[in-house]
């Protein structure tokens, strides 16, 4: 397939690591591709042209059956801690086409997800349902349109062939793209690899591909240690922000970059409860909402210690350094959420007692069950349906505190709005109605409803004719969860 017709600019830089880290392998072509999504509008920003390529054409290409020119397919390999557990790991149905570098040198890794077996499959099939693939696809763009961090999605192809999970589902291929997929647990790969010189090298490449600045600097691993830590702080709170649940965050589902990836059993709270969890695995609540920013500071040790042998010949030195910057966590993390949290309820300017009305309110969704988008949306004005949980005394005495305070700002409630709308959604990927498209996708063969939804998560911060189906919260949603395993 010729490169020009495309524009692909491919330039594999991850080939020029040590060959322990990855391994070349051809994704297993598949029956019959057929395009379910394609993803145009990112196409575009990363200057791929598919307008003249029809959607056969396409479907072989993110299928893997037709590698375009340029492409070196490679499953990188990586360890991580998964729910504490450390375990060698790698990409055990992923591989990467390459990294394409669009018209303002931006470098992705354009990354096939469920293209058949690698040396890192251990006993699984390498492949990937069509269900789950589409669920990345979906939360992934809500998320970038949301202004998180994120790994894209490009395509979505079905194989026209089965995967055995607990039924027998359609089999499918995500292609995603991503800054990159340097992870904690590939900086834990490279620590434990016989090849001494493993890790300095993959600190050397992610130094030189993401943050450049410091290369240059007295101690850049202490540097890079404080880096990951002020973007995975600020990609929590994001997180937090729109109460987003992760679900995995495992040390390989933890990438370098700051990017939200592996989107598995994940999923968007509804009613406020900080012990929710999402995943049907998580029995212990390891990855409960309010639990994220200490698993990720837990994460961040565990990145510390890859990184020891290159703070210091002496370890002891090295621990009490990187201890040192692990110990800013609490503090940053904390100022970075109040800071969202002012933004939340539309305070400018800081004082002391905005933590307490902060608590005040979390505390009272919680006993109120009130759901956590709607509730800032009816702070907005927002949220028309009526809701007898915001006649509660306990509430209407707290918005009384609330509105005092924001006439603190310049006594203009039009301020506070105008900070509100920026960081508050209007709408989120509610999961019944993401389930209720998934299954009228992968049942009906009718994506209409998929389709629909990703128009309307394009614009979370705007109001439009469609925002109050996104704020009904249907009861059966209690006890929602989702599966690994996909
Ligand atoms: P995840 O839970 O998606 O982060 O995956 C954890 C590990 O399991 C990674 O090494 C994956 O590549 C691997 N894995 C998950 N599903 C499959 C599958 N169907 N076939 C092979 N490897 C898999
Ligand atoms: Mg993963």
Request: some cysteine; proline content about 4%.
């Amino acid at each position: 397939m010729s490169i020009k017709k495309i524009g692909w600019k491919f330039d594999n830089t991850y080939l020029n690591l040590s060959q322990s880290m990855f391994s070349k392998i051809n994704p297993t072509p598949v029956k019959t591709p057929k395009l379910v999504l394609f993803n145009h509008n990112l196409s575009k920003e990363i200057d791929l042209d598919f307008s003249k390529i029809n959607n056969n054409e396409i479907a072989s290409i993110f299928s893997g059956n037709q590698l375009p020119d340029g492409s070196e397919t490679i499953a990188q390999a990586y360890a991580g801690h998964q729910f504490g557990h450390f375990t060698i790991l790698g990409d055990g149905r992923a591989l990467m086409i390459g990294e394409h570098i669009d018209k303002n040198e931006n470098r992705y890794d354009i990354q096939f997800k469920g293209s058949g077996k690698t040396p890192y499959s251990r006993n699984a099939d390498g492949r990937a349902a069509l269900g789950p693939m589409l669920r990345e696809y979906i939360i992934s763009e809500a998320m970038h349109h949301l202004g998180i961090p994120t790994t894209r999605s490009l395509a979505v192809v079905e194989t026209g062939e089965n995967v055995i999970r607990e039924s027998i589902l359609k089999g499918a291929v995500l292609t995603r793209v991503a800054s990159s997929h340097i992870r904690v647990g590939t900086f834990q790969y490279a620590l434990i690899s016989k090849n001494k010189n493993d890790l300095k090298n993959l600190f050397d490449y992610t130094v030189h591909r993401h943050y450049p600045d410091i290369k240059k600097s007295k101690s850049p691993s202490i540097d890079l240690l404080k880096i990951v830590l002020k973007k995975q702080i600020s990609l929590i709170v994001n997180w937090m922000r729109v109460g987003f649940i992760h679900g995995v965050m495992n040390t390989d589902n933890m990438t370098i970059s700051g990017e939200t990836i592996d989107y598995g059993p994940c999923a968007f709270m509804d009613k406020y409860d900080p012990g929710t969890v999402f995943s049907s695995i998580d029995n212990l609540g390891r990855y409960a909402y309010l639990n994220q920013p200490r698993v990720a500071k837990w994460n961040l040790e565990r990145f510390a210690e890859c990184l020891l042998p290159l703070i210091s010949d002496d370890n002891k030195k090295a621990i009490k350094i990187a201890t040192e910057v692990l110990n800013e966590f609490s503090n940053i993390y904390k100022a970075n959420w109040l800071t969202m949290m002012r933004q939340k309820l539309g305070i400018l300017g800081k004082k002391t007692e905005d933590e307490k009305l902060i608590i005040e309110l979390l505390s009272w969704m919680y006993q109120s069950k009130a759901d956590y988008t709607n509730t800032f949306c009816y702070l907005m004005g927002e949220y028309e349906k009526k809701n007898k949980i915001y006649d509660e005394p306990q509430f209407v005495s707290w918005k009384q505190k609330w509105e005092n305070r924001i006439k603190l700002n310049d006594n203009l409630k039009e301020s506070s709005l105008k900070i509100m709308r920026k960081v508050n959604p209007l709408i989120i990927p509610r999961n019944h109605l993401v389930e209720e498209a998934l299954k009228s996708s992968t049942e009906m063969n009718d994506l209409s409803k998929v389709n629909e939804l990703l128009k309307n998560l394009l614009k979370p911060y705007e109001r439009f004719s469609e925002t109050t189906m996104y704020q009904s919260t249907p009861l059966h949603e209690e006890n929602y969860v989702t599966y690994c395993g996909t």
